[in-house]
């Protein structure tokens, strides 16, 4: 047993602590209000002509709205946006995705200007680890190495020794010496995941994703008896219950790619929805059923933190150059160095990985 800020800590037989409820406030669920735009004006226009007149570049999740996506230069996974924020030569970096990812942009880029279309977009992982009480959990386990996913916050990362993301984690959990114990943080589903795939016993910060978290196995287990020749492909943060009726886990760019080459006419998306749109556009003669959570309601698994954003706030993003992402010089340098460090231990993953090929696609095709 370990003890984490005064709760109990349980590892379980499956290294996962299952006892810890994630208190969030709900006004972190509430977007900014949206902005008043002059009568007039072509928001599109208008983010096409500033994006011009900045030097910028939009960077877009596959979470985002299509109206966002499409209006993009490029649309990936974590792991895409990262090496596309660090290589960029743009002067503004337009983040349409979540704090956690514009924070990375910023860290990586730190003479660019990153702004965020609403300030408030968070990430559950991000609330469920607060820095001072992972900092207590490391120093309660110095001899631990603490590999941290990438949604967290600055400081978070500032106090871990290796990023990664879902579409590298395992293949870096592969390079690190079997003797050398790990703590993996803050998604306690990846983690288990990681740890069943690697063989690796790993402490386990009790983190959730709130959207991945509401995927029911009994729902997909239903729909693949509707559907029996439909894959179902799955993103980590999942439940071990979904993931166990999966047949391709991984990265959210992964699972685009897997339902975009797989033969059957039919696929079953257990991760955030919006992701959709790119897998339409590509195969538009193929039918992609997004997976229902408990209720059987699929809208209940849309990423309320990616959809605080819009077209309005990303034009008034570009036209005043806010809201900016702020990192301080002393956590973005202590933040560097696990990103550098995800960065060269993963220089070509694919698939489980460096999927920019698609990406650069998208930004071929995508209406800019
Ligand atoms: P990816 O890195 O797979 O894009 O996942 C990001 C994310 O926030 C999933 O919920
Ligand atoms: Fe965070 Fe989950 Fe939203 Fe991804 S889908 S940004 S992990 S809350």
Request: glycine fraction near 6%; charge should be negative; charged fraction near 25%.
């Amino acid at each position: 047993m370990n003890s984490r800020n005064g709760h109990a800590c349980v590892k379980g037989a499956d290294g996962v602590r299952t006892d810890m409820p994630l208190d969030i406030d709900p006004g972190v669920f509430e977007p900014s209000p949206e902005p008043e735009i002059p009568p007039g004006i072509d928001v599109e226009a208008e983010i096409r002509r500033l994006k011009r007149e900045r030097n910028a570049v939009i960077l877009a999740h596959y979470y985002q709205a299509p109206e966002i996506q499409d209006m993009a230069d490029f649309v990936g996974d974590s792991l895409d946006l990262s090496r596309k924020a660090a290589a960029t030569d743009a002067d503004v970096i337009a983040f349409c995705g979540v704090r956690f990812m514009a924070e990375v942009a910023k860290i990586l880029s730190p003479t660019k200007t990153v702004v965020l279309p609403d300030e408030r977009a968070g990430c559950s992982l991000e609330i469920s680890c607060p820095p001072d009480e992972f900092a207590a959990f490391r120093r309660a386990h110095p001899d631990h190495l603490a590999i941290t996913y990438i949604n967290c916050s600055a400081a978070v990362k500032a106090e871990s020794d290796i990023i990664v993301t879902s579409s590298n984690a395992e293949h870096i959990i592969r390079q690190i010496p079997e003797e050398q114990p790990i703590l993996f943080a803050p998604d306690r589903h990846l983690g288990a995941f990681l740890s069943r795939r690697t063989g690796r016993d790993m402490l386990l910060w009790p983190g959730v994703c709130i959207v991945h978290e509401r995927f029911s196995a009994r729902e997909i287990a239903k729909l693949k008896a509707h559907h029996p020749d439909a894959p179902v492909a799955a993103h980590p943060e999942c439940p071990d219950a979904v993931l166990a009726l999966a047949d391709h886990v991984g990265s959210t760019s992964s699972i685009l790619q897997f339902a975009t080459a797989h033969p059957a006419r039919t696929i079953i998306v257990a991760t955030e929805p919006h992701i959709i749109h790119q897998m339409r556009k590509r195969c538009p003669d193929k039918t992609f059923i997004g997976a229902p959570g408990a209720d059987g309601n699929c809208n209940c698994n849309m990423c309320p933190f990616m959809a605080m954003n819009s077209l309005e706030k990303l034009y008034v993003a570009l036209r005043d150059l806010r809201p900016r992402i702020a990192v301080d010089e002393k956590t973005r340098l202590r933040a560097l160095r696990p990103l550098e460090r995800m960065l060269e231990m993963s220089p070509k993953t694919v698939g489980a990985g460096d999927l920019s090929m698609i990406g650069e696609r998208v930004a071929a095709t995508g209406g800019r």
